[in-house]
T-cell receptor
């Protein structure tokens, strides 16, 4: 079945440093979504990427979808303590949910002030 | 809108007991998802509904788990009998599907289930 991996599993940064998490799928994706989950909270949608090579920005966050639509990345510039949480990618490999929609294991980010 | 509502927020029960988790999706959303989150397995999609109809329940771990959606504003996830390995946070999420587009999912606050 489809597998989605993320690296790194954990990342500790000093406030102001940059952060990047990578998402890799075993299969070609129709789209990919990114979510953030604060400690003790629930996943909150950040963005969706659909097109090959697509790049989207949200303030200090930059999201990229690979040309082959099998990988994606999230880059945060100049991290802040409010960026703390776990970042998940979720990929849809077909055109239906169910077994085609898989969350990665997440990257847990901690930001030291 | 109040967002996705789940109840209870916390549930502690003993092995063998029946557990019912409840979810009210965002009004107007036609997709509803049930997820389970554990440290070991991460976020797993258990089942999803479209217009109150279960579409794919292949993620439901075993026959002890069942889910229903009797109307557009209510869904339940039932575990009977519960086992300690069912301890997890269960999330409900809803989304608005638009003719082939897959939109953001809005998650509820979750139900933290502990089975002793």
């Amino acid at each position: 079945g489809q597998q989605v991996m993320q690296i790194p599993q954990y990342q500790h940064v000093q406030e102001g440093e940059d952060f990047t998490t990578y998402c890799n799928s075993s299969t070609t994706l129709s789209n990919i979504q990114w979510y953030k989950q604060r400690p003790g909270g629930h996943p909150v949608f950040l963005i969706q990427l659909v097109k090959s090579g697509e790049v989207k920005k949200q303030k200090r966050l930059t999201f990229q979808f690979g040309e082959a639509k099998k990988n994606s990345s999230l880059h945060i510039t100049a991290t802040q303590t409010t960026d703390v949480g776990t970042y998940f990618c979720a990929g849809l490999s077909g055109y239906n949910y169910g077994q085609n929609f898989v969350f990665g294991p997440g990257t847990r980010l901690s930001v030291l002030p | 809108d109040a967002g996705v509502i789940q109840s209870p927020r916390h549930e502690v029960t003993e092995m063998g007991q029946e557990v019912t988790l409840r979810c009210k999706p965002i009004s107007g959303h036609d997709y509803l998802f049930w997820y389970r989150q554990t440290m070991m397995r991460g976020l797993e999609l258990l089942i999803y509904f479209n217009n109150n109809v279960p579409i794919d329940d292949s993620g439901m771990p075993e026959d002890r788990f069942s889910a229903k959606m009797p109307n557009a504003s209510f869904s339940t996830l039932k575990i009977q009998p519960s086992e300690p390995r069912d301890s997890a946070v269960y999330f409900c999420a809803s989304s608005l599907g638009l003719a082939g587009l897959y939109n953001e999912q809005f998650f509820g606050p979750g139900t933290r289930l502990t089975v002793l």
